[in-house]
């Protein structure tokens, strides 16, 4: 049951497009379907949560955080094609790449 769950938010983050270019959508993408969100705000929120993370001492805990938030990153970037083009195009990528180099 719990992989089921996993498979659907899975498939929906994969569905997920941004919601500042909604109004350009036809009515085949515009679906109550298709969740909308704010890959800026999104991205900022993954940037501010590994910023945090290399600012902590290491520990148990902080691992934890760190491989759920790369993950969840991982997944978008891998499996949503509009949020892989909105990550690339960011020209303040030093936001997410930094922390992962401390």
Known sequence: ALSVRCDRFADL??????????????????????????????????????????????????????EGTLLFCYMLLRRNAAFRDFFVARTDMDLFVLPLLE
């Open 13 to 66: 983050l994969a569905k997920a497009r941004n919601e500042r270019y909604s109004e350009d959508m036809d009515q085949f993408e515009r679906s109550p379907v298709i969740p909308l969100l704010s890959f800026s705000d999104l991205y900022l929120l993954c940037c501010s949560r590994l910023h945090e993370w290399s600012a902590e001492e290491p520990n148990h805990s902080r691992s934890i955080r760190a």
